[in-house]
T-cell receptor
Framework: EAGVAQSPRYKIIEKRQSVAFWCNPI?????LYWYQQILGQGPKLLIQ????????DSQLPKDRFSAERLKGVDSTLKIQPAKLEDSAVYLC???????????FGPGTRLTVT | KNEVEQSPQNLTAQEGEFITINCSYS?????LHWLQQHPGGGIVSLFM???GKKKHGRLIATINIQEKHSSLHITASHPRDSAVYIC?????????????FGKGTKLSVKP
C-alpha cells in the first residue's frame, strides 16, 4: 500500500512570493489533514477535510493561506504572499475517517528568505 | 500551559539503556498517539491507544486515563532509535480526529 505522497520535499522562496504544496493521501482515506510544524514545536493543524468538504479550518490564516480538495482525493495548500514566519515543515496526513489513525507524508520543508 | 506536555524535552542515552518518555494531557481524549519523527521531517505513527498497554517490538506504550498520563518505553535502545518522539492527544471536543501535539522529546542514543 502506497503511503501519503507530498511534493515538493523542499522549497525556498522570498517573502511576498507564492508557493503551493501538493498531497496525495492513501487510497480510500476520506479524511485529509494539513499541519504546520515550526522548528522546535509540535505540528499544528491548519485544515482538515472530510472527502471534499472542510471540517476544521479554524487555525488557517485565511488572509494568506488557502487549501482545496476538489475531488476528495488529492489536495493543494497555497500560501500567497509568504512571510518569513511561514518557514516551517508542512505535513499532510490522512486517515480512513475522522478519528482514525493518521498516516503522515514526508513533509515539505519551506524556507522563506 | 500547553494541553499536552512531554518530558523530558531532550534525552541522551547509551546504547542498551531502557528509555522512558512521559506525556501528560489536560483535555478529555478519545485516543492518544505516539509518533516518531526522524530528521528530514517525516512522521511515523507508532501507537494509537485509548487504554491499557500496547507493545510492538522493543517499544511499549501505556496510558492511564484517570491520571491523564501516558508513557513510551524503549527497551534495549539502539542508535537507530534516535529521533523526536511526539505525543498527540485526540480530543473529544472540536473536530473529530483533531490531534493536539506535544512539543516532542528529542532522543539521542549513543553507541
Amino acid at each position: 500500500e502506497a503511503g501519503v505522497a507530498q511534493s515538493p520535499r523542499y522549497k525556498i522562496i522570498e517573502k511576498r512570493q507564492s508557493v503551493a504544496f501538493w498531497c496525495n493521501p492513501i487510497s480510500g482515506h476520506a479524511t485529509l489533514y494539513w499541519y504546520q510544524q515550526i522548528l522546535g514545536q509540535g505540528p499544528k493543524l491548519l485544515i482538515q477535510f472530510q472527502n471534499n468538504g472542510v471540517v476544521d479550518d479554524s487555525q488557517l490564516p485565511k488572509d494568506r493561506f488557502s487549501a482545496e480538495r476538489l475531488k476528495g482525493v488529492d489536495s493543494t495548500l497555497k500560501i500567497q504572499p509568504a512571510k518569513l514566519e511561514d518557514s516551517a515543515v508542512y505535513l499532510c496526513a490522512s486517515s480512513k475517517q475522522g478519528g482514525g489513525e493518521q498516516y503522515f507524508g514526508p513533509g515539505t520543508r519551506l524556507t522563506v528568505t | 500551559k500547553n494541553e499536552v506536555e512531554q518530558s523530558p524535552q531532550n534525552l541522551t542515552a547509551q546504547e542498551g539503556e531502557f528509555i522512558t518518555i512521559n506525556c501528560s494531557y489536560s483535555v478529555g481524549i478519545s485516543a492518544l498517539h505516539w509518533l516518531q519523527q526522524h530528521p528530514g521531517g517525516g512522521i511515523v505513527s507508532l501507537f494509537m491507544l485509548s487504554s491499557g498497554k500496547k507493545k510492538h517490538g522493543r517499544l511499549i506504550a501505556t496510558i492511564n486515563i484517570q491520571e491523564k498520563h501516558s508513557s513510551l518505553h524503549i527497551t534495549a535502545s539502539h542508535p537507530r532509535d534516535s529521533a523526536v518522539y511526539i505525543c498527540a492527544a485526540m480530543n473529544y471536543g472540536g473536530s473529530q480526529g483533531n490531534l493536539i501535539f506535544g512539543k516532542g522529546t528529542k532522543l539521542s542514543v549513543k553507541p
